[in-house]
């Protein structure tokens, strides 16, 4: 796995391709206003960074990251994630994307969603509860005692296994949370949600980092 694809490129896109070529991957990034309008960004990764539509960014991917608010999910491209392992960093805020009934009723989830909509690819949740800032500054190399760990689910053991492998190259461990509908276990209003933040002007103060013990301790409260 070399290439990671990102539909989406602002503050948790951005911060995973900083990690993943920090790491020695490739990435080719997307947003919904052009690749023209991502140059800052490509030029500050260097050679293993490009811009491209978010087909493109799909096609290329090995990996692909789907980070953009939840309410344009279903234009993420379909045909050329058939198959893929896709990360899903979404969350559910309904004063910015407006309001899902069967996320209202809690009848499905916001993976569920995405998943429904790219049926062959295998998605996995990750990242969706950790602030952007926490995510750049807690990445630790495997063995540092004070590395965290990031929680994942979804419905493929493989895939679960490939991101895991994904997030220790980049800084962290991990914790399967389970099913893509355990995916509820941190979503927004839960405990787990808020698992690096440090009191309630999070974004203001660095992330507490969280080991494995810990993110475990937190999902089941
Ligand atoms: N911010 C955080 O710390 C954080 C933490 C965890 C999870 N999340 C979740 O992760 C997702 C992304 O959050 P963010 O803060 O990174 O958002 P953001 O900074 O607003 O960036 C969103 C990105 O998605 C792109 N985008 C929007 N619509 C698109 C479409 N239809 N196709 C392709 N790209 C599209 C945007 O491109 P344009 O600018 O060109 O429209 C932008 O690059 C959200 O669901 C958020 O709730 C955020």
Sequence with gaps: ???IGLIGSGYIGGTLARLAVAAGYDVVLSNSRGPETLSDLVSELGPRARAGTPAEAAQAGDLVVVTIP?????SVPVEQLAGKIVIDTNNYYPERDGQFPELD?????SSELLQRHVPTAKVVKGF???FFRHLAELARPAGAADRSALLIAGDDSGAKAAVAEFL?????DSVDAGSLADGRRFQPGTAAYGAYADGPNFWELPGKPRGVDEVRAL???
Aim: net charge negative; proline share 0%.
């Design 219 to 221: 999902l089941a409260g």
């Design 1 to 3: 796995m070399t290439t």
């Design 168 to 172: 220790d190259t980049i800084g962290y």
């Design 70 to 74: 939840l309410k344009a999910y279903r």
């Design 105 to 109: 009723d809690d009848s499905t989830t």
């Design 128 to 130: 969706n509860n950790i």
